[in-house]
Nanobody, 125 residues
Framework: QVQLVESGGGLVQPGGSLRLSCAASGRSFSRSGMGWFRQAPGKEGEFVATISASGGTTYYADSVKGRFTISRDNAKSTVNLQMNSLKPEDTAIYYC??????????????????WGQGTQVTVSS
């Protein structure tokens, strides 16, 4: 059984920053790709960022490129999402996920086997 627990969400003003963390247990974290997705009210879920098992490859949605940074600490089995220059349109529930296979990350929801419970991020003045 894999467990993913997100933390770090909250309310922030436009232009501010937040750092999300996701702690994993129950699986060989260091061999798995990880990803962050988000879902805003009334909208479909969307890909945000992904990172390979080694951390050497990352990929971002165009909407967050240059503002968000995904990273991981395999010794601590955590993946982080540093979010800077936040905008109201970044408001959503953010979910971390771990891939079915080992190695690369993915932009596709169907490539992920387990998901966290989500953490709310609200960007508002």
């Amino acid at each position: 059984q894999v467990q993913l627990v997100e933390s770090g969400g909250g309310l922030v003003q436009p232009g501010g920053s937040l750092r999300l963390s996701c702690a994993a247990s129950g699986r060989s974290f260091s061999r798995s790709g990880m990803g962050w997705f988000r879902q805003a009210p009334g909208k479909e879920g969307e890909f945000v960022a992904t990172i390979s098992a080694s951390g050497g490859t990352t990929y971002y949605a165009d909407s967050v490129k240059g503002r968000f940074t995904i990273s991981r600490d395999n010794a601590k089995s955590t993946v982080n999402l540093q979010m800077n220059s936040l905008k109201p349109e970044d408001t959503a529930i953010y979910y971390c996920a771990i891939t079915r296979g080992y190695g690369p990350g993915s932009t596709l929801r169907e490539d992920y086997a387990y998901w966290g419970q989500g953490t709310q991020v609200t960007v508002s003045s």
